[in-house]
C-alpha cells in the first residue's frame, strides 16, 4: 500500500480521461474546488482535445493514450469518463499507477469487473469515489436522516422512476461533422468491445450499445440504486427481474427504451424486508423529464428528489372499523356493544380530526449534488477519509442494475447475493 | 358485494329477488329484514337453482365456490352474475367458458368497470390516438385501513348453530370450525384468490376493456407480507410486471402492477397509461395530457470545437431551419379531464347491462372469456409470487406454455 502524501494545502493535480459532455462537465466542478488544477486530458477523437485546450488553455497535455497521462508523476487524480467499457480497466490501472480515481457510474460494464476493482482500490490505498452524486445530496441525506429516525414507520415498497421523453434525453447525442479515422481513434475506442469497422455513431452514441454502454440499467438504475442505498443503508437486493422493450427511439440500438424492474430486497439490521420497482421510460409522454424515488412505510410516504425530500404522514387508525351491514340487526346491536366496550367512543371534537401532514425539505439554493460531490472526493484525497460511495459501494449499486440487463435480455430472474456481492 | 349487488340488482326495472342463500343464518335474517319475511331463504344453493320460478343468479361467495355454482347454475338454465374473480384456480375457466357455451346462458363477471361511461371514455380517447402509440401501463391500488386489508367484521353470534361449516369449505380441505376463516376468507388461499384475485382482476379487466387486449404473454409478481400479519397466508404488498404483445392496431406494451394494503399517506387506485405524444390517467374521471414531439431533436455539441460546432450548427439550420419564436412557436401542453356526471355509479350500470342481455339474449361483453382473460394472469401471479418463479401464459388459448 501506498502512502497519501497530499496535505489539506497542497494543490491536487487532475486529469481527464473521457472528455465528453459527462467528462467535461464533472471537470468544471472540480475545477471550482480550491487547488484543483486541471494537468491533461484523454480522448479517442482529437476535436474533444481541441474543446479542452480552448476551454482550458494551451498549455493542457492532451493525448489519444490514457496511459500517458497515467505514466505521469506530476498528476495526482484521474476523472474517469469513457463509455462504461472502459471504466473498470482505466480505474484500475490508475489505482496501480497511485492515482486517486473519480470513476462515473456506473463503475463496471458487466458484474465480474466489480471484485477485481474493489481489489485495486484496496492494494493501491488510493481514495476511488464512484460518480453518482445523490450520494452528495443533501436531499437524499435528509431523506436518510428521516428514514433512520422512523418517520416513514416500517418500509415496505421503494418505488423510483425517471421519465424522459427527447431524443437527447434518449441519448441521440450529436456527433460531430469532421469525425473520421483520422481524428478518431477507433480502435482505442473499441477496447476490449467486438473489433468492428469504423462507425462513428456508435462511438458518440455508445449508450445505445451494450459492446460499450450498459443501457438505462447502467445509466440510470445506478441512480437510483444509489439514491436507495443511501437513504435505507441497504447492501442490496436476493432477486432482480426486469422486462421492457424497445418501443420508440428504433435508431439501430440494441438497448430498451422502456425498463422495468421488480427487486426483492431482505431484512438487514437497517431495514425490514421491502420490495423494489424501478421504471425508466424514454417515451413518457410528459413534457418534462420526471424523476423520483418515493419511500413507502406503515406510517408514511416520503418521495425524495434532486430537489427536495416530501414527507406525508398519517398516523394508523386508532380503531379497525367495521363491516356488519350484512348482519341482522339483532347482531349488528350486539356487536356495536362490544365494539364499543373495546374501542370507547370519542366524543367528536377538534381534538379528533387526524392530523394529515405533509413536511418539504429544500436544500438551500446554493447547493448542488454535482458540485458537493466532488468537493468530496477532493477533501477525501486531502483528509484521507473516503466518502461511502467506495468500490463496494459502486459494485452494489451496480450490480443489480447491471442484471437488470441479464435478466432482461436472457428473459429471467437473476438471483444475487448482497453480501458477497455475487451473482447466484 | 353480494346485498351491494342485490341492492344494484333491485335498483333495475321489472327484477324482484326470489330467493336468498348464505352459509350463515344472520344473513339470511338479515336479508328477511331488508327485503321482506316471504324471501325464501336456504344454506343450500342447490335448493335455489332447482326453483323454476327463478331465471338468474348473483353469485357472491367466497372465491373458491365461484366456479362451481356458476356452472350449476348455468346447467340448471339460470343466467349468471358471479363475482370476480371467475375463478379461483385456473384449471376451473376451461369448464366455466365450456358450460357458458353449451347451455347458452348469459354469464357475465363482476367487474364493473367494464361497464363504466369512464372505461367507455378512456377507450375512445385511446383508440382515437389521444396519447399516440401506448408503451407502458402502470395501475394501483393502494390501501391503508384494517377493512382495506380485508380485517371484515365478525358476528358476535357466529357458532357451529349458525353456521354451515362444511358447506363453506365445500372443496377447501377439511378443518375444524374457525369463524375467522369464513368471515375474512380473502386472507386464507383455501378460499380467497389474495390481492391479485380481489384487485389485480378489476385492473386487468379495465386494462383489457380500454386496450383491446387479451392477456399478456408474461408474468412474473412479487411481494410479501409486511404489516398485517393476522394469520392470514396471503401477502399485503403485492407488484406485477406483464409483457402485452402487439395486438391488431395496438402496439405491444408493458404493464405494471401494484397493490398496497400498507400505504402510509393515502387511499386510492388508478390506472397510468403512457404513450409518444401524451399521458392520459384514469381514476374517477379520465385526464389527458398531450405533450407533442419536439419538432428537432436538439444538440449536444459543447464539447466539439469551435470550427466544428459551428459546421454542426450550419447542417443543423440546413436541415432545421430556425423557427421564428413567435406566439404560435409556443407548444401547447394541454390536459383535458373528463368528469361522470355526480353521482355516476358504474356498479349500476354493469347491472343494467346484465338484465338487458337476460332479456334479449345477446352476449355481455364481461364475459366468461373475458373473465378468464382478466383472472387467468391474475391468479398466475399469485403462483409467481409464492413459487419465485416467471411463468409464460398464452392468452389466446388462455393456458400456461410450458
Not at chain 1, 489505482?95 to 477485481?116: D, F, Q, R, T
Not at chain 1, 356487536?335 to 367512543?345: G, S
Not at chain 2, 351491494?4 to 338479515?30: E, F, H, I, N, P
Not at chain 2, 364493473?112 to 382515437?128: E, G, M, N, T
Request: proline share 6%; hydrophobic share 35%.
Amino acid at each position: 500500500m501506498q502512502q497519501n502524501t497530499i496535505s489539506a494545502n497542497d494543490r491536487i493535480r487532475i486529469a481527464l480521461i473521457g472528455c465528453g459532455g459527462m467528462g467535461m462537465g464533472d471537470t468544471r466542478f472540480a475545477l471550482t474546488v480550491p487547488g484543483v488544477e486541471l494537468a491533461a486530458c484523454a480522448d479517442v477523437y482529437d476535436g474533444r482535445l481541441k474543446r479542452a485546450k480552448e476551454l482550458w488553455g494551451e498549455s493542457l497535455f492532451t493525448t489519444r493514450d490514457y496511459r500517458e497521462i497515467l505514466n505521469r508523476k506530476d498528476i495526482d487524480a484521474v476523472i474517469v469518463a469513457t463509455p462504461d467499457h472502459w471504466h473498470a480497466p482505466i480505474t484500475m490501472q490508475a489505482l496501480a499507477a497511485g492515482k486517486h480515481v473519480y470513476c462515473e457510474k456506473p463503475m463496471i460494464h458487466s458484474v465480474s469487473e466489480g471484485k477485481p476493482v474493489i481489489a485495486a482500490q484496496k492494494q493501491s490505498g488510493r481514495i476511488l469515489q464512484i460518480g453518482s452524486q445523490y450520494a452528495s445530496s443533501l436531499s437524499f441525506l435528509k431523506a436518510r436522516d428521516l428514514f433512520r429516525s422512523g418517520a416513514i414507520g416500517e418500509l415496505n415498497l421503494v418505488e423510483a422512476w425517471l421519465d424522459r421523453n427527447t431524443a437527447r434525453g434518449a441519448w441521440q447525442y450529436s456527433i460531430p461533422p469532421d469525425a473520421s479515422e483520422q481524428n478518431i481513434d477507433w480502435d482505442r475506442f473499441l477496447g476490449k468491445a467486438p473489433k468492428r469497422p469504423f462507425e462513428p455513431i456508435r462511438l458518440f452514441r455508445w449508450r445505445n450499445y451494450n459492446d460499450y454502454g450498459t443501457g438505462v440499467a447502467g445509466d440510470l438504475f445506478v441512480h437510483l440504486y444509489t439514491g436507495i442505498h443511501t437513504v435505507t443503508g441497504a447492501l442490496g437486493p436476493t432477486r432482480v427481474f426486469a422486462t421492457g422493450g424497445l418501443r420508440f427511439w428504433k435508431d439501430g440500438r440494441d438497448a430498451p427504451d422502456v425498463m422495468l424492474a421488480l427487486i426483492d430486497y431482505p431484512r438487514t439490521a437497517n431495514h425490514p424486508e421491502f420490495t423494489l420497482s424501478l421504471k425508466v421510460n424514454f417515451v413518457s409522454g410528459l413534457a418534462a423529464e420526471s424523476f423520483g424515488i418515493r419511500f413507502v412505510g406503515s406510517e408514511g410516504v416520503m418521495a425524495t428528489t434532486v430537489g427536495s425530500v416530501t414527507l406525508s404522514r398519517t398516523p394508523r387508525e386508532t380503531e379497525p372499523g367495521y363491516s356488519i351491514g350484512t348482519f341482522a340487526k339483532a347482531v349488528q346491536e350486539q356487536f356495536l356493544k362490544e365494539y364499543r366496550a373495546k374501542y370507547p367512543q370519542a366524543n367528536p371534537s377538534a381534538d379528533a380530526i387526524r392530523p394529515e401532514k405533509t413536511e418539504r425539505y429544500q436544500p438551500p439554493a446554493s447547493h448542488d449534488a454535482h458540485r458537493e460531490h466532488h468537493e468530496n472526493f477532493y477533501r477525501a484525497i486531502r483528509t484521507n477519509k473516503p466518502h461511502f460511495e467506495d468500490a463496494a459501494f459502486g459494485l452494489r449499486t451496480a450490480g443489480p442494475a447491471l442484471l437488470s440487463n441479464v435478466s432482461y435480455f436472457e428473459r429471467r430472474p437473476v438471483l444475487w447475493d448482497p453480501q458477497t456481492m455475487t451473482a447466484v | 358485494m353480494g346485498m351491494g349487488d342485490t341492492s344494484s340488482a333491485l335498483a333495475q326495472t321489472g327484477v324482484k329477488l326470489t330467493a336468498v342463500c348464505d352459509v350463515y343464518q344472520g344473513r339470511l335474517t338479515r336479508s328477511r329484514e331488508l327485503w321482506g319475511n316471504d324471501l325464501f331463504t336456504t344454506r343450500d344453493y342447490r335448493e335455489i337453482l332447482s326453483r323454476k320460478d327463478i331465471d338468474a343468479v348473483v353469485v357472491a361467495t367466497p372465491d373458491h365456490w365461484h366456479a362451481r355454482i356458476a356452472i350449476e347454475a348455468m346447467e340448471a338454465g339460470k343466467d349468471v352474475y358471479v363475482e370476480k374473480p371467475m375463478m379461483q384456480r385456473i384449471s376451473e375457466g376451461p369448464g366455466l367458458v365450456a358450460a357458458q357455451k353449451k347451455t347458452g346462458r348469459i354469464l357475465q363477471v363482476g367487474s364493473q368497470r367494464v361497464s363504466s361511461i369512464v372505461y367507455q371514455k378512456a377507450k375512445d380517447l385511446i383508440d382515437a390516438g389521444a396519447i399516440g402509440e401506448l408503451n407502458l401501463v402502470e395501475a394501483w391500488w393502494d390501501r391503508n385501513s384494517a377493512i382495506g386489508a380485508w380485517q371484515y367484521s365478525l358476528p358476535p353470534d357466529a357458532s357451529t348453530e349458525t353456521i354451515d361449516w362444511d358447506h363453506f369449505l365445500g372443496h377447501a380441505p377439511k378443518r375444524s370450525f374457525e369463524p375467522l376463516r369464513l368471515f375474512r376468507w380473502r386472507n386464507y388461499k383455501d378460499y380467497g384468490t389474495g390481492v391479485a384475485g380481489d384487485l389485480f382482476v378489476h385492473l386487468f379487466s379495465g386494462l383489457h376493456f380500454i386496450t383491446g387486449a387479451i392477456g399478456p404473454t408474461r408474468v412474473l409478481s412479487t411481494g410479501g407480507l409486511r404489516f398485517w400479519k393476522d394469520g392470514r397466508d396471503v401477502p399485503d404488498v403485492m407488484l406485477g410486471l406483464y409483457d402485452y404483445p402487439a395486438r391488431g392496431k395496438m402496439p405491444a406494451f408493458n404493464l405494471a402492477l401494484r397493490v398496497n394494503f400498507v400505504n402510509g399517506a393515502s387511499e386510492n387506485s388508478g390506472f397510468r397509461f403512457a404513450g409518444s405524444e401524451g399521458v392520459l390517467t384514469v381514476g374517477g374521471g379520465v385526464t389527458v395530457s398531450k405533450s407533442p414531439r419536439e419538432s428537432e431533436p436538439g444538440y449536444t455539441i459543447d464539447t466539439f470545437p469551435k470550427p466544428v460546432r459551428e459546421e454542426f450548427l450550419r447542417r443543423h439550420r440546413e436541415k432545421y431551419p430556425q423557427v421564428k419564436a413567435t406566439a404560435d412557436a409556443i407548444r401547447p401542453l394541454t390536459e383535458e379531464r373528463y368528469n361522470p356526471p355526480r353521482g355516476y355509479s358504474d356498479h349500476l350500470d354493469h347491472h343494467r347491462v346484465f338484465f338487458e342481455s337476460v332479456r334479449s339474449r345477446k352476449p355481455v361483453v364481461e364475459d366468461a372469456v373475458f373473465g378468464f382473460r382478466a383472472a387467468g394472469p391474475a391468479l398466475l401471479s399469485n403462483i409467481s409470487q409464492s413459487d419465485q418463479k416467471l411463468f409464460d401464459w398464452d392468452p389466446e388459448a388462455m393456458r400456461i406454455r410450458s
